[in-house]
């Protein structure tokens, strides 16, 4: 076999630039050996994703199988330690959390929303989780009851009749309009015809899968990257959500709190009005751009999870007749007669707590959660250094089997001993 003819030159700088590839593929290879911790062996710029099974959540399962609580992975040349020891994570997600992994992963790429509060960073995260806060307390929820009711009945009435003609249906178109209402109505305080927030929901955390492959092969070229202005999350959506608010403003501005434009009526404010839009030097409030990336992110992150637990709740239910026979009578002794459905009645139901609590353990609508060390620190033995990513694999962690007797079972009655156990709502 011939070689081709190149300078002597040539040679040599396609062997440095070859040798340079691998070592720089590998380089970040090889932290767990001197941490002492085990876990799947990385191939070069690949890591171990998906070692021992195509589907994420399924790989971290098996990895839990093989190396047990506590393992370390690549994700592309990326370390992660996977964390499954609830003593660990008690540690690390509550008692540490305000110290030292206050942070969650961040990608760089994050274009408009680079001060979400999911992207957000130390006192910034902590002024803007002040400021979000009051959304979900107790007395905002009972606000926004009616809302919710009003949207029920109409899910309600759209279902019936399929119901009675036994049409197949998909459950969760009907469910994402639900519950996409439901949010336009809490957020901006209108409601509008869902399909078009549902498209800019259903994609704004479907990464580019090359641009993804990028900043994880090559975060050297990530300041490039931001420069040139790539971002992994799409910029229609944050401007479709920023639009929406100016339009907002603008009618409120002209003293119109109650209109009509087409299929899109405004007739409430509730989570526009609570982020009060104060100059940055201030620090107490958010800016007009802080408002319009935490609402993108509510609207956007809260529709795909809260529909895909109703579905998956109702699945459950289907498929265990039992259980759905038991909650439905519970149903009918809270409310009977067909007795309006009240805030406080509803809080009552302990086997609709459990159907939930069983539904969510067995479909976590996040699969995976994920903090930042911001320092080296070493917990329970533990060493963790400065900058690595910490994964907790959710979904293994609730079908791991030493904590949940028949892990792969749907059984709702787990919660309620729990409860009688512990003395304490689960």
């Known amino acids: 076999m011939n070689l081709p003819l190149f300078a002597l030159e ?29 876990g799947p062996k990385p191939t070069m710029y690949f890591g171990s994703i998906c070692k ?94 009616s809302l919710m009711k009003r949207q029920s009945s109409k899910l309600t009435s759209s279902l019936e009749p399929k119901a009675e003609n036994e049409e197949v249906i998909s459950i969760k178109d009907f469910f994402g309009a639900y519950n996409m209402n439901v949010a336009t109505g809490v957020l901006f305080g209108m409601e509008m015809e869902p399909s078009l927030p549902i498209k800019h929901a259903s994609k704004l955390f479907k990464f580019p899968i090359p641009l993804f492959m ?52 405004t007739y409430t404010s509730t989570a526009i009005s609570t982020f009060p839009a104060f100059s940055r030097s201030s620090r107490r409030g958010l800016t007009d751009h802080e ?13 795909e999870t809260s529909t895909l637990a109703l579905t998956l709740s109702i699945y459950s239910l289907a498929t265990n007749p039992g259980s759905m026979n038991r909650l439905q009578e519970e149903i009918d002794a809270t409310f009977p007669n067909g007795a309006p459905v009240t805030y406080e009645a509803l809080m009552q139901m302990e086997y609709v707590d459990c159907v939930i609590n069983e539904c969510l353990r067995l479909y976590p609508p996040a699969a995976r959660l994920e903090r930042t060390a911001k320092e080296t620190v070493e917990i329970s033995g533990i060493t963790i250094p400065r900058n690595m990513t910490v994964m907790v694999p959710i979904f293994a962690l609730h079908r791991d089997p030493e904590h949940w007797p028949e892990p792969e079972e749907f059984k709702p009655d787990r919660y309620d001993a729990l409860q009688r156990r512990n003395g304490v709502k689960v």
């Open 10 to 38: 040539t040679w040599i700088l396609l062997i440095t630039f070859t040798c340079l590839f691998v070592m720089y593929g590998k380089r970040t290879f090889g932290i767990f050996e001197k941490l002492g911790i085990s």
């Open 52 to 145: 021992y099974n195509n589907v994420y959540y399924l790989d971290d399962q098996e990895c839990a199988q093989k190396y047990g609580k506590i393992w370390g992975t690549y994700e592309l040349r990326k370390p992660m330690l996977v964390v499954m020891d609830p003593d660990l994570l008690r540690t690390i997600l509550v008692k540490e959390c305000f110290t030292h992994f206050t942070n969650r992963r961040n990608f760089y790429l994050n274009g408009d929303l680079y001060d979400a509060v999911n992207i957000a960073e130390d006192d910034d995260w902590r002024r803007i989780r002040n400021v979000l806060s009051p959304l979900f307390t107790t007395g905002r929820i009972k606000q926004i009851f």
């Open 214 to 265: 990028i900043q994880g092969c090559f975060p050297i070229l990530l300041p490039l990257l931001q420069l040139m202005g790539f971002s992994l999350f799409p910029r229609d959506s944050f401007a479709f959500v920023k639009k929406i608010v100016e339009k907002i403003r603008a009618e409120r501005d002209g003293g119109s709190h109650q209109v009509c434009t087409g299929r899109t009526r």
């Open 291 to 303: 408002i319009v990336s935490q609402l993108t992110v509510l609207l956007t992150g809260g529709y």
